[in-house]
């Protein structure tokens, strides 16, 4: 009963104790504001997920170039006289039937690929794909490497 008694004195005592605590505490994010601008303990993490999804958003903007690259060149930018502009693409991976090149216009789609703008002062297109912008430019295509010229024959004089 003494056992009883006691802890219910001291439980009252432990309550009041962090009422008290509690009541009188003025915790205000400002009041750690000098402290967190120094970031003692390095940059916030939070602060840094940010960057990372623009990073990881970026990485999936390449790796759709790169596919797109894989598949499709842009090879010219036609204006027409009555003003329309429309890209040639050359299809790098045509299949039996496909075509092996494709002329579109703002708007207009192939192989689930949507051609967005046209920019002639840059010479270069922007398609999307997958959700993500892809810009093609205009550039010489990749040489093949030249053969090495052979040494004409000589002739062997016999004595």
Known sequence: MVARGFIRVAASLLAGTLG?????SDYARERY???VDRAPFGADPL????SDASAKEAALTAAAAKAMEKELRLCFLLETESGEI???FQNL???EGDPPSVM?????NFRGMKLLSIDLANSSATMQYQGKPVVFELSKPVAAPAAPAKAPAVAQQVP
């Open 20 to 24: 008290m605590c509690l009541a009188d």
């Open 33 to 35: 504001d000098l402290i």
């Open 47 to 50: 602060a840094g997920a940010d």
């Open 86 to 88: 429309r890209a040639g």
């Open 93 to 95: 991976k045509a299949q």
């Open 104 to 108: 579109l216009m703002v708007g207009e």
